[in-house]
């Protein structure tokens, strides 16, 4: 056995004895199915992979996670019924498009496509992010638009790109019928079927969905070879000379082994690479002339503004092109990568970051610069952010990283060798 961490709060033991009877060894996610013009993407079904995971975990944060979901808070019946709704199409407008759509289990909670397809065969202008540990964002979205996860619940619902409801009453009115709908709500809430618990079960079932117990957790944990040399190098560089922690721990001056983020946002070049410096501005600029209040969750899902990020939630000019920064745990698994999904593996992931950014970018978080990382240390960091995958995708982290590889060792779009061993590039001023 391997040592598990006691913690306070209990989840399933039924469902976490199953899981663990089939942790490991779940095969490849095949890739996106291709659709036709106007098709949604099929509806996942929900296997082992979906159900909420044991609380005994290496490196889980105990503490952390009991004030977040206090002991004895998560009830069976809620998060039953929470996992049902995340796999619900009725709950779209036109009955084919549910959460796991874009957050299949089998693919650690993402959709493997650039940028999301909803209703209609509609395209959004962001990459899903992984459902696993949101509980622990301290905001929501790429942008942070909202705080909880029941507020992020209510609006992929009614987005016209993504489940197309024309009210979240309605949504919740095209399964207040069903007698077994009808059973859990009353077992779970006791009331009749309506949207606020609608909500606050999906969120529940989401609060469930914690993932650690990776072999680097186990490196942590004390089993010196639980990670391979190249793992423990490209953790001791992820500290020092490639400059991660800066963004991707909680603290510059000690070590973070859980979350692997700031929860702030920067600007670290992507959107620039598509959107360049002028239509940034002009759309900024257009949003600080505009009256009315911007529909944010609109704009981000739906328009070209989407690539202002922060911006669009703060207006600050500080903000623009400002992402969050994502945590780094199941990343091999859950590419493509960024916001907008424009980056296929972890080496043009490095590449990027190597080159200190993409092209001459004004608002450029000042951390960014070239790095000058050789071609062997960037294969450690990479062994060290593949060491993060928790043990349920083990199969798929191991092909996922062998298609990676491969790829890699055929196309490096990002790669600017001369660039990334070069001084820092001078950044011009912003253009107002
Ligand atoms: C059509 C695809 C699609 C559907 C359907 C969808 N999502 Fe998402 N989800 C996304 C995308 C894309 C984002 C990122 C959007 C952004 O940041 O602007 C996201 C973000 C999230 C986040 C924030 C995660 C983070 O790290 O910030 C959560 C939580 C989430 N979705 C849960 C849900 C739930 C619950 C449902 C069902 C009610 C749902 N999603 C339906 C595509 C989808
Ligand atoms: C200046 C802050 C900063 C630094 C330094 C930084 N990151 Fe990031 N990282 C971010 C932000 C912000 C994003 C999201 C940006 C976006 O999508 O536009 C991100 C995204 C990522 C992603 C994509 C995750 C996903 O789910 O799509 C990976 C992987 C990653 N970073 C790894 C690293 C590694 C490895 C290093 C060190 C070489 C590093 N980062 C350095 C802030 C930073």
């Known amino acids: 056995m391997r040592p598990i961490l006691p913690v306070a709060f209990a989840l399933l033991a039924p469902v976490v004895a199953a899981l663990a009877a089939q942790a490991v060894g779940q095969g490849a996610a095949p890739a996106p199915a291709v659709l036709a013009p106007g098709q949604a993407p099929p509806l996942p079904a929900a296997g082992p992979l979906a159900a909420p995971r044991a609380s005994a975990q290496t490196g889980l944060p105990a503490v952390l996670t009991a004030q977040l979901v206090p002991p004895g808070s998560q009830v069976p019946a809620v998060l039953a019924l929470g996992e049902k709704l995340f796999f619900e199409p009725r709950l779209s ?140 190098h490209g953790w001791e560089l992820f500290n020092t000379k490639a400059r991660c922690n800066l963004c991707h721990a909680l603290l510059d001056n000690q070590r973070d082994v859980t979350l692997f983020t700031d929860n702030d946002f920067h600007d670290i070049g992507i959107g620039i690479l598509k959107a360049g410096v002028n239509m940034l501005a002009s759309h900024a600029q257009g949003i600080l002339r505009q009256q009315a209040p911007l529909d944010v969750d609109a704009a981000a899902i739906s328009s070209e503004r989407s690539v202002l990020g922060r911006f669009l939630v703060t207006r600050k000019t500080s903000d623009i092109a400002a992402f969050r920064t994502p945590g780094l745990r199941n990343a091999l698994v859950t590419g493509p990568y960024f916001h907008d999904g424009s980056m296929q593996t972890l080496w043009d992931v490095l590449d990027h970051y190597n080159k200190g950014d993409g092209i001459t970018d004004p608002w450029l978080d000042q951390d960014m610069q070239p790095l000058a990382l050789t071609e062997a240390e960037i294969d450690d960091v990479i062994a060290f952010l593949a060491s993060l995958t928790s043990p349920q995708y083990k199969s798929l982290g191991d092909e996922e990283y062998a298609r990676q590889l491969a790829l890699s060792r055929t196309s490096r779009p990002q790669r600017d060798t001369a660039r990334a061993f070069a001084p820092k590039h001078p950044q011009p001023p912003p253009p107002f």
């Not at 609608?198 to 529940?204: F, G, I, N, P, T």
């Not at 989401?206 to 993932?211: A, F, G, I, P, T």
Request: glycine share 8%.
């Open 93 to 232: 407008g036109d009955g084919t498009v549910a959460c796991a759509t874009c957050h299949d289990p089998a693919r650690a909670f993402t959709d493997g496509r650039p940028t999301s397809i909803g209703i209609h065969g509609r395209a959004g202008q962001r990459n899903a992010p992984t459902i696993l540990n949101a509980l622990y964002n301290k905001t929501q979205f790429w942008d942070g638009r909202v705080d909880t996860l029941e507020q992020q619940a209510a609006l992929p619902v009614t987005n016209p790109d993504e489940m197309g409801a024309a009210r979240l009453e309605e949504a919740s009115s095209g399964i207040a019928g069903d007698k077994d709908y009808q059973d859990r709500f009353m077992q779970a809430f006791g009331h009749a079927v309506n949207p606020q618990d609608m909500l606050s079960a999906m969120a529940a079932y989401e609060r469930s969905l914690v993932s650690f117990d990776a072999p680097f957790d186990h490196f942590v944990a004390g089993e010196a070879n639980a990670i391979s040399d190249s793992a423990k």
